[in-house]
């Protein structure tokens, strides 16, 4: 019996999506309904030359969203802002190239995907129409050439072999992917894109586990060169506020020292490098369910 192909998973930029964009489905529900509420205009196109003729967009500071605690902000058609770069290649008349560079742990990546697409769904149907791909080199840089110019609504970055794919996000709980405008002649220049793994692994407590809130410790295995971690508890019940979102500590375990509801939650911890970038993630599916919490 053949085997059922596996489905590509997108995740946003570790630097541009706030902890909302880890949410259950129906918490993401709520973060759009207060999105369309609350429209606020965060993002600028910035444009500039660099080395040779051509605009430049940055995929990082750009899309940096808002706290989880605070409304966050529609994306504007197309976000960007300047970064410098040179040309590697001159783009064939009438079409326009795409630049940038791949990095993980702060270090060049080597033959890593760079997709870009005209059109970006990361819930339905991922990159679909039109695609244009390159892979990186020995810097970690990459060219994707001879664009047609016009608006692209994503570009992602394969997570080294895996079916994971890394991509800057906009608006709020990082639900919008960036968007890139390409011109003819000219290269758009991207900031670098910071990937991460999904392979940190936690040790307590363990998915569908049931546990008392008292003498409760998270644990999970160290990652490494991770200098810091960061953890964070999503109640299932969208009532119930978290005592604990983007909780960062050098140890690789905490105990729950905050009252905490019982009911069903669901558990991630991230870890990081001494530059403040991701390294890698735990699963996003680890649920426990507390039985003995404290009173709503």
Known sequence: MPHAKKQPKF??????????????????????????????????????????EGTSQ???????????????????PVAGSAV????????????????????????????????????????????SEKSFTARTDGNGEYVIANVEPKVYEGLLARV????????AATGIGGLSSTKYEVSADKTLFISPTNLFKSDLKVLNPKAGSKVSAQNLELKWEPYPEA?????????????VTSPYVNERVEATSHGIDKPIQKGT??????????????LSESGRDIKFTITDGTAP
């Open 11 to 52: 995740f946003p930029h570790p630097f541009n999506q706030s902890a909302a964009s880890f949410l259950p489905p129906v918490r993401q529900k709520r973060a759009c309904l207060v999105a369309c509420i609350c429209m606020i205009a965060a993002i600028s196109l910035t444009s500039c030359k660099g080395g040779g």
């Open 84 to 127: 410098a770069g040179v040309e590697k290649v001159k783009p064939a008349p009438g079409t326009g190239n795409v630049q940038g560079k791949v990095l993980y742990n702060g270090k060049p990546v080597e033959n890593i995907e760079v997709k870009l697409c005209e059109k970006f769904n990361r819930y339905f149907g991922g990159c």
């Open 227 to 239: 200098a810091y971690y960061k953890f964070s508890i999503y109640p299932e019940d969208v009532s």
């Open 58 to 76: 940055s995929a990082n500071e750009a899309t940096k969203t808002s706290s989880a605690n605070r409304p966050g902000a529609a994306p504007s």
């Open 265 to 278: 939650y669901r558990w991630q911890v991230d870890a990081y490098n001494g530059a403040d970038q991701k």
């Open 160 to 167: 080294f072999e895996t079916e994971s794919y890394i991509f």
